[in-house]
């Protein structure tokens, strides 16, 4: 549990250490809380939980510091700090969504970068800070990647929940011009019945309701969860590639350029801290310190 004290305490010390980024965190900060308070104005109470929600999160650096006893490189932090506002306040308050068809894309492209850095640093701290396990190269980077394809489904997941049982558009619409389906085929034989160049699509309800689509059909979601985990899967590559390299060849000559690069990436273990409790020592090193005494 985090104590006012220790929290104030550890804020003086990142002011000190880090204060582009306190900069940073106090410049998004107070734009959140006027966004909170144009959405109060608008009386847009679904904004206002966003904006609630997006205070909570930037406090979450600090938190994992302080439970977890670790150091998030300065770097790492602000790209948190500004994903977390281009995704809730921009995209979800200020419809950049919708208002910039690739601003989804960019996004879930860079949280599967950023998960993939994440799940790295997790394995890569048990790998330096146990003597009992040594992992390759190859696997810390495989862990990596897998780490941020598994956050891309679960989110995906999150998004159908919303749609299904909450009435949200989480998954966006995609207008498209063809299709095909087993569907409609009169003699259900699983014969693929190709539908090309719509041109309209009219739906109607039960209750009266006419809905006209212009430009073809209109796909309720696939298109956007299969284009964001395949953009995830791009950054999780991106990312695991770079870790392969980095810690094949840690402790040789590289580029300044990637050691400062996993400098600002790689979450690393708080100063005379140890990920791991002091592993005990075996019967043979116990009898061994005990002869050599």
């Known amino acids: 549990m985090i104590h006012p004290r220790q929290f104030t305490k550890r804020l003086k010390n990142h002011i000190k250490e880090s204060p582009r980024v306190f900069l940073l965190y106090s410049i998004l900060r ?4 006027c966004v909170l308070v144009r ?8 904004g206002v939980g966003v904006c609630t929600l997006v205070l909570l999160l930037f406090l979450i650096p600090s938190f994992m510091e302080q439970q977890f006893e670790i150091e998030i490189p300065p770097l790492f932090e602000g790209i948190i700090y500004v994903f977390i506002f281009a995704a809730e306040i921009l995209g979800e308050v200020d419809h950049f969504y919708v208002a910039l068809p690739g601003w989804d894309t960019i996004l879930h492209t860079i949280n599967g970068f950023l998960a993939a850095a994440v799940g790295f640093s997790m394995v890569d701290l048990l790998n330096r800070h146990s003597k009992r396990i040594q992992l390759s190269p190859f696997y810390v980077a495989m862990v990596a990647f897998c780490f941020s394809m598994t956050i891309g489904v679960m989110w995906e997941f999150i998004e159908c929940t919303g749609d299904l049982f909450f009435g949200q558009d ?3 619409d995609f207008i498209v011009s063809s299709f095909n389906s087993v ?4 003699t259900h034989s699983q014969k693929v019945i190709h539908v090309r160049d719509i041109t309209q699509t009219v739906i109607y309800t039960a209750s009266g309701e006419t809905y006209t689509i212009d430009g073809g059909y209109l796909d309720i979601g696939i298109l956007d969860t299969m284009k964001d985990l395949f953009v995830n899967f791009i950054g999780a590559i991106c990312f695991s590639v770079f870790g392969y390299f980095y810690v094949k060849n840690r402790g040789e000559m590289q580029s300044r350029a990637a050691n400062r690069l996993a400098d600002g990436l790689i979450v690393r273990t708080a100063k005379n801290q140890s990920i791991l409790r002091e592993e005990p020592e075996d019967a043979d090193d116990r009898r061994d310190s005990l002869h050599d005494g």
């Open 30 to 33: 107070i734009l959140v809380i």
């Open 39 to 46: 959405q109060i104005f608008e009386r847009n109470y679904e």
């Open 170 to 172: 989480m998954q966006k």
């Open 183 to 186: 569907t409609l085929d009169p």
